[in-house]
């Protein structure tokens, strides 16, 4: 019962650990192809791995992790835009940290990437949560519905 319990709790959690790692697997490898078979620069095949792997990690964490349905269109666009705002943020703390691993430390490109996609998914986690959690909506959809009201009073007082 209580193990049933704590998985319950942390189901978020360890949902987000299978697919996150699943998107740290993908962010790997495409950087190492991109990089090292390909020959291209370790920054531009940073950026194809964070774009690809954080396309899967969309749909993953919206549907598989946190279990978020949209109702509408303009439900699914806020989504999308604010999973990927946050995703830009850590876009430039993965960079970041890919330059000063292999440009200043003069690290492994692998062994950098690897530290950085630990480091990277658990500001992910915290971002992909709190974009997917229920709660937000509900904010948003008030926020949105107060707004349309304070519009509608100012076109009947014009």
Known sequence: MKIKRFL???????SYAIFGFM??????????????????????????????????????NKSLVFGSK?????????????????????????TG???????LLKWSSMW???ADQLIVGIV???TSRWTFRKENKEM?????????KLHESHRHHD
């Open 8 to 14: 319950s709790r942390f189901r978020d959690l360890f």
């Open 23 to 60: 998107a740290s697997v993908i962010n790997v490898f495409v950087y190492w192809g991109a990089h090292h078979v390909l020959g291209w620069g370790y920054l531009l095949a940073n950026t194809l791995a964070w774009l690809l792997s954080n396309l899967f990690g969309f749909f993953t």
């Open 70 to 94: 949209y109702t509408n269109f303009t439900d699914l666009v806020i989504e999308i835009v604010q999973f990927f705002v946050f995703r830009g943020m850590t876009f430039f703390l993965d």
């Open 97 to 103: 940290l890919m330059f000063v691993g292999i440009s």
């Open 112 to 114: 950098t990437k690897i």
């Open 124 to 126: 992910n986690y915290v």
């Open 140 to 148: 948003i959809a008030r926020g949105r519905q107060l707004a349309r």
